[in-house]
């Protein structure tokens, strides 16, 4: 017995033993570095940061869902449509104009108005016709009834411009004018008003966006904005889309704001239409252009006669 007490005594001193150099290491250690730096109320500071943490986590989570993709790229939609209450200013301002105005407010996009083929002139002309001009920063117009075209920090007159015989053909101006009589006419068949009670008015324009930086405030095209504040002219907003998202440019989306603040988004695809009501119902933006060239034509309809623009002819006037 005493000798298995012995040999106990010896296995205890013998861990204890061991253990001290791992100790002594591990204090030597911790001299090697430094102690850890201690601060006031450190416990409060510590859990504090965890909150904060936690809260910005949730928060961007929250944000995230907010977002809901409305029409995605890949999508080929023959009609996807949403409604909305119109805004009381736009019921009033349309009051004045009974046969124009809507059933209801709200939204379309669709992919199957305009054809492949007048999508592909289009954007020849446009990636033609801007480049003869263009903006120092990352938004150019060209705006073919008025002959305004971005020019540095300025506009010129598309009309007088030397090249101008190279790239206007009668094929495109015929094009454009098709393009804008279908659209028109989706407009009056979906919210179902007079087609012939609907003009097309200023500024419709062609537009290049590029990750550029804003030079003129022109240039900054993804402020929240709405058409019919913009654009007194406004009553209806459609954009014709010439190229694509992911594929020809990243960023760019369209973006909707609902009453909830949540958002809408819209992908550009070659050839997709979207039409909105121009009211307060719809504030919206454009996302900044992040990489690649975006083009689209923006057509733009009012129930005001007065406020009407011509179609275009082969021989605008200079």
């Avoid at 791992?22 to 102690?35: K, L, R, Y």
């Avoid at 104009?97 to 592909?120: M, Y």
């Avoid at 689209?296 to 021989?315: E, G, R, Y």
Wanted: some cysteine; glycine content about 4%.
């Amino acid at each position: 017995m005493a000798d298995i007490n012995i040999n106990n005594r010896k296995k205890i001193l013998k861990n204890i033993t061991e253990n001290v150099p791992n100790n002594q290491s591990q204090q030597s250690q911790v001299n090697s570095f430094g102690a850890l730096p201690t601060f006031p109320n450190q416990r409060f500071w510590t859990r504090s940061v965890l909150v904060i943490c936690t809260f910005t986590v949730v928060y961007f989570s929250i944000l995230k869902k907010k977002e809901v993709v409305f029409a995605f790229q890949k999508d080929l939609l023959e009609k996807r449509e949403i409604n909305i209450p119109c805004s009381d200013s736009y019921i009033t301002e349309l009051s004045k104009f009974k046969d124009c105005a809507p059933q209801f407010c709200g939204r379309l996009v669709s992919d199957t108005i305009i054809s492949s083929s007048e999508v592909k002139t289009l954007l020849k002309f446009a990636e033609n016709g801007i480049a003869l001009g263009g903006s120092d920063g990352g938004a150019s117009i060209l705006d073919v009834h008025s002959g305004a075209l971005s020019h540095g920090q300025s506009f010129v007159n598309f009309y007088k411009l030397p090249d101008i015989a190279n790239v206007i053909k009668k094929e495109d101006f015929l094009t454009y004018t098709m393009v804008k009589n279908k659209i028109q006419k989706a407009i009056a068949q979906h919210f179902q008003i007079n087609f012939e009670n609907l003009y097309l008015t200023y500024p419709t324009f062609f537009s290049r966006l590029t990750n550029a930086q804003p030079k003129t405030l022109h240039d900054e095209y993804w402020h929240k904005h709405i058409d019919k504040e913009t654009y007194e002219s406004f009553h209806y907003t459609s954009l014709l889309y010439l190229n694509d998202f992911k594929k020809d440019f990243s960023g760019g989306r369209f973006m909707f704001i609902n009453s909830d603040n949540s958002t809408s988004v819209v992908e550009p695809k070659k050839g997709r239409v979207s039409i909105f009501t121009s009211g307060a119902e719809n504030p919206h933006y454009v996302e900044k252009v992040l990489s690649g060239v975006r083009y689209a034509i923006t057509v733009s309809f009012t129930c005001d006669p007065s406020k009407a623009i011509p179609d275009l002819q082969m021989n605008h006037p200079n």
